[in-house]
């Protein structure tokens, strides 16, 4: 855990604020409540449970417990509504947004729906929270900005052109926040998250969610299926340093606001390392699994090629240094499923 990651649980704790989760029903939004609720925090919570669910806040109340769930207040509602932004926003010191449509296939099937949510509903956030005089305002942007960009680093200057319309909204995002930051001295603090898992993570969305539906393969005796040859990799990044990504730009410095910055662990794992090393912790959780994956084709708009975050811009400013490698967030998330069984 990084120094500075420390210190502003210690301050949060001290201190308790109020914070706003948008899509607080979702896997990032869920885990990011129950950080904050064991950690003493006041959480207001939206959803409209088109992606996030109801089990999800249940798991989260059950993990906490009842002294600490008695702190969350949860609004059923649509970020796309201004005045339902306006009403939520209300009183809060910190806005974590992560409402989204964020599906690859889904966006390429309804693109104008993609829009209407990241795009119109951001910019609803935006706008209620910078008239409200929020403390800060953070959001979920995403590594499918660097879009057909080829190098295997990405820095956050360098990107190439999207390659689905829910990529294209994630930029329009920053490019909103930017405006916002020059014009407004409103200066939201964009997350370009990197292949996140986790529990409560959906296996749906095979192309994306790989590890989930790995998972439930495995537990069930099933057959993996790997796109391509499985030597395109990912910087796979558990959700805890999502969680801390998310603390430490929230109680950023000025100088360090206003930006965007990546969150990964900084290092790429091919799919068929990832194979491997799934297999060999539920293995030691459970049974062996002896299966070799399929091989099949790439999915639209999928990246066919490898990528790691840099991420040395969020270390210098933000003082993030992921907590979890690879491994023991593989180690984690694992024992999660194996624990709540997967639903199977």
């Known amino acids: 855990m990084s120094g500075r990651f420390t210190e502003c649980q210690r301050e949060l704790r001290a201190s308790p604020k109020v914070w706003l989760i948008t899509g607080v029903a979702g ?13 003493r925090q006041v959480v207001i919570g939206i959803d409209n449970y088109a992606t996030g669910s109801a089990e999800n806040l249940a798991d989260v109340r059950d993990a906490v417990g009842p002294g600490c769930w008695k702190n969350f207040t949860f609004i059923e509602g649509d970020i796309r509504d201004l005045q339902t932004c306006r009403d939520v926003v209300r009183g809060v010191d910190h806005v974590l ?13 309804d693109p104008l729906g993609c829009h209407d949510v990241n795009v119109k509903g951001f910019l609803n956030m935006m706008l209620a929270s910078r008239d409200e005089g929020v403390s800060s305002f953070t959001y979920a942007a995403s590594s499918a900005c660097y879009g057909d960009y080829q190098d ?22 920053e490019l909103y926040a930017d405006f916002f930051t020059r014009n407004y001295q409103f200066r939201p603090i964009g997350l370009r998250y990197f292949s996140v898992f986790g529990p409560r993570q959906s296996p749906r969305e095979a192309e994306r969610n790989v590890i989930p539906q790995w998972i439930r ?21 558990y959700v805890g340093n999502v969680i801390e990504a998310n603390v430490l730009a929230a109680l950023a410095s000025e100088r360090a606001k206003g930006s965007v910055y990546n969150v990964g662990v900084g290092t790429g794992t091919s799919f068929n390392e990832l194979f491997d090393y799934l297999r060999f912790e539920l293995s030691a959780l459970t049974r062996d699994y002896s299966l070799s994956p399929k091989y099949t084709f790439y999915h639209a708009g999928d990246h066919h090629h490898a990528e790691y975050a840099d991420i040395s811009k969020a270390q210098k400013f933000l003082g993030y240094g992921p907590q979890f490698d690879l491994r023991s967030g593989l180690s984690a998330v694992a024992s999660w499923f ?5 639903g199977i």
């Open 152 to 173: 295997e680093a990405k820095r956050e200057d360098r990107i190439g052109s999207p390659m689905c319309p829910s990529a294209v909204t994630k930029l329009v995002n």
């Open 217 to 237: 393969a495995m537990l069930s005796g099933g057959r993996v299926t790997i796109q391509g040859d499985g030597e395109s990799s990912r910087d796979f990044c």
């Open 27 to 39: 896997f990032i939004g869920s885990n990011l409540l129950e950080w904050l609720l064991d950690n």
């Open 97 to 109: 947004h992560h409402a989204a449509l964020d599906s690859t296939t889904g966006s390429i099937k």
């Open 338 to 342: 194996v624990h709540e069984n997967s």
